[in-house]
DNA sequence: TTGTATGCGTTATCAT
DNA sequence: ATGATAACGCATACAA
C-alpha cells in the first residue's frame, strides 16, 4: 500500500513559511517527464552513462529537457545524507579571525588546492576556526566540516582533541604542514631534509669545505629536519659534519657579529647557511653581520638560506636555498585527501621543495685543502 | 504496524565501506540514555528549554551525559534537510581564491561578517565561484550555498542569472557592493551620495566657493553616486553646481596636466574633489598635476577624495574624504540575511560612510567673494 | 529498461 | 512528560 499520501496532517514539518517558494525537487521533475524520480536521479547523476546503466536516450533526453526547464538544481544536505558524499571538500583555517600574519602562507597553498580540487571533480568549502557562536550543539567548530566529503586542516593550530576526534570517527581529513600527528591522521608536508641536503650539496659541488649552519634556538620539527638535511649533506660530501658545523643562537641578532663571522673564516668556513624561521631573524642577522664585517657576499663567503627569502626582502637578490611548492603541497593534500574519501589509507606523504641557485653562493675566495678541525 | 525491521536486504544503501566506523547518531544517544530518539532530539536542540516544553531535569541530564560521554556531534546535512536550517551563512566571493589575503579588498569586509555571524549564533562557510569541476549536475556553482541558511554575495561578477533564480527560488540571498539589483535580491551598500555631499560641505565649510569635481568618464553606478552627492553639496552650500563644476576625463593621466589646473586656479578654483575608482588614476593624476603646477596642497589649494586612498599611497599624508566601513557593511549584510532568513523583506540598506578630515584641505589662499561663472 | 520501496539523520507533530 | 512516526530530498538494491 501506498503511504496515506493526503488527507492527513503532515508530521515532522512546520507549515511551510508563506510567501516562500519551493524549488523543483526531483519528484516534479519526474512527474514533467513522465518517469519516476529514481530514473530521474540516475539520469542527473550521470550514473548511468557511466557505469553502462541502461536508460534509453529517449527517457534521458525527456529528463533532461524537463529538468532544465524547471531549472532543476540538486539539493547538496539531501545528496550528502543519502549517498554520504556530495562532492565537497572542506578546507578548515585555524586562523583566529583570519590573521593577519599566516595569510600570506595560505594563500599560495590554497591556489594548489582550488586547481587540484578542480582537477578532481570536487568544489571547496572554507571554514574558520573564528566563529564560535553558532551551531554549538556539543560540536564545536568541527561539526561543520562533516557538511563536506572530508576536509583540510591548515596551520598548527588545529585542536587535537577536535581532530583525533573526527580521525576516531573516520571522517577524511589531511592535515598540511606539520608530521607529529597522531596515529591515523593523513598528512602532507615538505621536504625539508632533502632539500637542506641539496643545498650542502651544491656548496660542496662548488668547492666549499667548511660550511656553517646558523640556526635558532628552538625544536621545532621545520628547525630540527633542516639541520638533519644539513649534516647529512655534509657527510655525503665527506665534510666533517661535528657539532662545530651548527651555530645555535639564542637571539641571533646580538650572537651574530662581525667579529665572529670574521672569525668562522679565519678558520677556513667560507660557506654560511641560515635555517629560515617566521622573523627571518637567522637570515637577517646573518646578511647584517657579513655585511658588517666587510665580507664580499659571493666573493669572499657564500650564503645560503634554507627556505624563501622574508616578504620585504624580496627585492634583494635571491639567496640560494629552495622555496616550498605551495601550490603543489596543497595540490598533493588534495591528492591524498580524494584518496583518503575513496578508502584509502592515512599516509604521509613529502613533497619535494624546489632548489634555487640564487646569486649568494659561488666558489670559496681560493683553493685550498680542508682544514679538518679535529 | 512497524517497517520490517531487520532480516532484510538494507535497500538504498551499499554497504558501509569496511573499516570505517560510523560516528555516534541521536539514536545510539537515546539507547544509551534510554529514552527514545525524538527526546533526545529535543533535548540537545535546547528546544525544550526555549518553549518549555516539559522535560524532567533528571531525563536532561541523563541525554547530555550520554551525548557527551558518546561524543555525539550533529550531521549539518541532516539538520538542514529535517529542519530547513543549520545556522550555517554562506558567503559566496566571486574571485579566483578565497579572499583570506589582508591585501584582498575583501578581507575587511569579511572581519564584520565573522563578528556579527558569531553575534548572531551563525557560523560561516566560505564559497568561491572558480571552482569548476565539481557537482556540476545542473546546479551550476551555486548550487553548493544550499548547504546553508542564506547566502552573501561579494562582488560585481555574481552571474545575474543564477542569482535571480535563487532569489526566485527564495533563497536567502544578500549582494553586498551594488545597488542595481534585480527585484528581491536584498542589498546593502555604502552611501556615497551623502558622504560625497559630506566632503564638499567640509571645503564649503572651510570658505571655498569654486570647487571642481575630476571624475573617470564611465558610468559605474559608483561614480554616479559620487557625482550626485557632490552636486548636492554645492546646491546644500549654495555654490554653483553648474555642468563646468564637474571634469569628466577619458584618461586623467593625460587630461590632467599642470597647465590645465592651473587654468581652472585662475579662474577661482580653491578646491578639487577626485573619485575614487580601483586604479585611482584620478587622484593620483590630479595630485600629479597639482604638484606640477608648484601648487601647495594644503595652502594654495585644497584637495579631497571620494574614498579611500590606494593602498600604495597608504604613507603620504591622508587626503580629506571619506572611508567606506567596510566591517560595518559586513556587519549589516549578516544582519539583513538574518532577517531574511527568519522570513524578513528584501530590502537595500545604505551604510553611512566616515568623514575623514585628512591634510589636503584648508581654507582657500584669500579671502574672496565668490565669482559665479554666470 | 523503468518503477518501487526504503533509508540516510534530524526535526517536529501527534497520541499516549 | 515521553514515545511513535512522518516527512525533508536524494540515491540505490531489487523487482518487474
Redesign the pocket.
Known sequence: ?????AG????????APAGRR?RP???EV?RLA?????????V??G?DLATG????A???AKVLDAAHSLG????PA??R????RNNLLGVFSFTATFPTDVRHSYYPFLVGVEQEAAAQGYDLVLFTGSSTGGAG?GGGALSRVRLADGCLFLGRHAPADELRRLVADDFPVVHVGRRDEPEGLAWVGADYVSASREVVAALAGLGHRRVLLVREDDDAPASTDRERGFLDGLADSGLPAGSDAVYRSGDPRHDLTAERVRAWVAEGVTAFVAEETDTGAAWRALRAAVDAAGLDCPGEVSLALLGSPPADLADEPAPMGFDIPRPALGAEAVRLLASRIAGGPAEGTLVACAFRPGATAGPPPSPRTPHPSS
Open positions: 500500500m501506498a503511504k496515506e499520501a492527513r496532517a503532515r508530521p515532522g514539518r512546520a507549515p519551493a525537487r526531483q519528484a519526474a513522465g518517469v519516476s524520480q529514481a530514473t530521474v536521479s540516475l542527473l547523476s550514473r546503466r541502461p536508460i534509453s529517449e527517457t534521458r532543476y538544481v540538486p539539493d539531501a545528496s545524507l543519502a549517498a554520504a550543539a
